[in-house]
C-alpha cells in the first residue's frame, strides 16, 4: 500500500488500512501499533521513491510529484538560473486567485524542504475564508528570488488569459519581499504584517 500510493502520507494510510481490517475482522482483533511499524513502512517507501538529492542541481521532479489529486498540473515554476525555484499551483487555484482582490504572502524556515531556504506561500481572501494558492521552495530571501516567483505567476495566469491586479496584499515585515511585490504589482496596497512588525520591534528591543 505505502508503495502503491507513494504521494500519500504514511500515517493515513496506515489508518485506512487498520480501519477496513477491524470493519472486517471486527475491533477485537489486535493490531500492530502505527510505531511499531513506522521504520518498516517507510523503508518500504524509500524503495519506490528517488533518493535525496546532495544539491539542488540534482534535484528531479518525477511526474507523479508534478500533479495533484485531481490530475491538474500543479508544477508552475522550475527555474535553475541563478538558483533553484520551485513555484506549484494548479490553473484551478490561479483562477481563484485571479477572482480575489485581496492576498497574503508569507515565508516559513522550519516547513523548507531540505536544501532550500524557505517555503514561501501566496493566500487568496474573499468573503469566506483565506486559501493558499501558491506554494514555493525558495533558496534565498533575495529581491531577485521573489520577483522571479512573482513573474512566473503573472506569466502562467497570462498564459491562461487571467489577470492578476489584487487591490491589497499583506506580507510579513520583510523589504526584499516588499520591493518585488512592489515592481510587479504598482498599483496595489502593500501592507505589512502587524504582526510581524511587532515581533520585529521587540527582536530589535532585546538587543539594547
Not at 44 to 50: I, N
Not at 70 to 99: V, W
Not at 130 to 152: G, H, N, R
Request: hydrophobic fraction near 40%; proline fraction near 6%.
Amino acid at each position: 500500500m505505502v508503495c502503491n500510493n507513494p504521494s500519500k502520507p504514511i500515517p493515513q494510510i496506515y489508518n485506512e488500512v487498520v480501519s477496513a481490517y477491524r470493519q472486517n475482522k471486527g475491533t477485537a482483533e489486535l493490531v500492530p501499533m502505527f510505531d511499531m511499524l513506522r521504520s518498516t513502512l517507510y523503508r518500504d517507501r524509500s524503495t519506490v521513491l528517488p533518493k535525496l538529492p546532495r544539491s539542488l542541481d540534482d534535484l528531479i521532479l518525477p511526474a507523479i510529484f508534478r500533479k495533484n489529486l485531481y490530475n491538474e498540473n500543479m508544477l508552475l515554476c522550475d527555474k535553475k538560473q541563478p538558483s533553484r525555484i520551485l513555484g506549484f499551483a494548479s490553473l484551478t487555484a490561479i483562477k481563484h486567485l485571479a477572482e480575489c482582490s485581496i492576498w497574503n504572502a508569507d515565508g516559513t524556515f522550519k516547513t523548507a524542504p531540505k536544501l532550500f531556504t524557505q517555503s514561501y506561500t501566496i493566500h487568496a481572501h474573499n468573503e469566506f475564508s483565506m486559501k493558499p494558492i501558491v506554494f514555493s521552495a525558495l533558496p534565498d530571501k533575495y529581491e531577485e528570488t521573489y520577483s522571479s516567483l512573482l513573474q512566473s505567476v503573472i506569466t502562467y495566469a497570462k498564459a491562461n488569459n487571467l489577470i492578476l491586479c489584487p487591490t491589497s496584499i499583506l506580507i510579513d515585515f520583510e523589504l526584499s519581499s516588499f520591493n518585488a511585490f512592489k515592481k510587479a504589482f504598482p498599483n496595489t496596497n502593500i501592507v505589512f504584517c502587524h504582526f510581524h512588525f511587532a515581533k520585529n520591534i521587540m527582536k530589535n528591543l532585546k538587543k539594547l
